[in-house]
């Protein structure tokens, strides 16, 4: 079966913490895998994408990191922002239709 | 660029009721898909159209809900004989074939049956 897991479910910090959040799954055969943010009672917003034969991808203060062999993605920020305040998902896509996404991190950040 | 737009935004029913959805994806995106999202948890997949054919349906698309898309362009999620189960998120996201790994999700519709 094909499972998405996100730890924490919640996260809170100071502002300027830096942070990592976590996915695993279990089916290492992935198409590629995706980090989005979600605000409450929004859509989805991507932020990083990688390849199954990339190993990180970085945009500004983000870097997501795949370790397809473990199963395991990271999602660093820096310097974190109580802008920075979302719901944030890990979707592993395996044949580029099928998207499966995790339950999710809450990250509230604290001025 | 409007991006992708979902009507209505929230949808009160009564159980039984038949309710129906839009999505307007971005204008040159041929990919169009259908996603539920329930309180606490991520997207399920539910339905995926290429152009107007309807190429893969999940398991969650029980034979009370069906998906269009006629013209290849807009599309519409139905839902008959609603049940309280079915109270959820309902988003819908498209992609292009130039970039079909980067779909661009709506704002979503919210259901409530009661």
């Known amino acids: 079966k094909q499972e998405v897991t996100q730890i924490p479910a919640a996260l809170s910090v100071p502002e300027g913490e830096n942070l990592v959040l976590n996915c695993s799954f279990t089916?290492?055969?992935?198409?590629?895998l995706q980090w989005f943010r979600q605000d409450p009672g929004k859509g989805l917003t991507s932020l990083l994408l990688?390849?199954?034969?990339?190993r990180e991808q970085t945009s500004g203060r983000l870097n997501a990191s795949l370790d397809k062999s473990s199963g395991r993605s990271t999602l660093y920020i820096a310097a974190s922002q109580p802008g920075d305040s979302a719901t944030y998902l890990c979707a592993v896509n395996y044949n580029n239709n099928d998207m499966r996404f995790g339950a999710g991190t809450r990250l509230t950040v604290k001025p | 660029d409007t991006g992708v737009s979902q009507n209505p935004r929230h949808k009160i029913t009564k159980r039984g009721q038949n309710v129906t959805f839009r999505c307007d994806p971005i204008s040159e995106h041929n990919r169009l898909y259908w996603y539920r999202q329930t309180l606490g948890q991520g997207p399920e997949f539910l339905t995926y159209?290429?152009?107007?054919?309807?190429?893969?349906k999940s398991r969650l698309l029980s034979d009370r809900f069906s998906a269009e898309r006629p013209k290849g362009s807009f599309s519409t999620l139905e839902i008959q004989r609603t049940e309280q189960g079915d109270s959820a998120m309902y988003l819908c996201?498209?992609?292009?074939?130039?970039?079909?790994?980067?779909?661009?999700f709506g704002p979503g519709t919210r259901l409530l049956v009661l």
């Open positions: 990688i390849q199954s034969s990339q």
């Open positions: 089916d290492s055969a992935i198409y590629n």
């Open positions: 996201a498209s992609s292009s074939d130039r970039d079909q790994e980067t779909q661009y």
């Open positions: 159209f290429q152009n107007e054919a309807q190429l893969e």
